[in-house]
Nanobody, 122 residues
Framework: QVQLVESGGGLVLTGGSLRLSCAASARIFSHYFMGWFRQAPGKEREFVAASRRSGVSALYTDSVKGRFTISRDNAKNTMYLQMSSLKPEDTAVYYC???????????????WGQGTQVTVSS
């Protein structure tokens, strides 16, 4: 059973933009937080951004502030990550997940998607 599915990854030049989507089941999307993480080869899964169920507040890791924007459409059970001014260091597999606890820690997430590859070339 696939309950979270990421899409929108691809190859982009430095300075370009991509929008990632995460489609979830209604039950999973009802978790208090939905979040985005990324993982580069040989590195740990890294927090990127998270959004409350209400969409009122959002959290971002420092390296993406001002460049990435998280949003959600609760009616469609879909979360988005708009990525702009992309840099080579943004290259990673991006994962969406759901948690009812601490949103910045990967260990707190109950569900994960399969990931979508983002590659930024110079």
């Amino acid at each position: 059973q696939v309950q979270l599915v990421e899409s929108g990854g691809g190859l982009v030049l430095t300075g370009g933009s991509l929008r990632l989507s995460c489609a979830a089941s209604a039950r999973i999307f009802s978790h208090y937080f939905m979040g985005w993480f990324r993982q580069a080869p040989g590195k740990e899964r890294e927090f990127v951004a998270a959004s409350r169920r209400s969409g009122v507040s959002a959290l971002y890791t420092d390296s993406v502030k001002g460049r990435f924007t998280i949003s959600r459409d609760n009616a469609k059970n879909t979360m988005y990550l708009q990525m702009s001014s992309l840099k080579p260091e943004d290259t990673a597999v991006y994962y969406c997940g759901a948690t009812g606890s601490e949103p910045t820690e990967a260990a707190g997430y109950d569900y994960w998607g399969q990931g979508t590859q983002v590659t930024v070339s110079s």
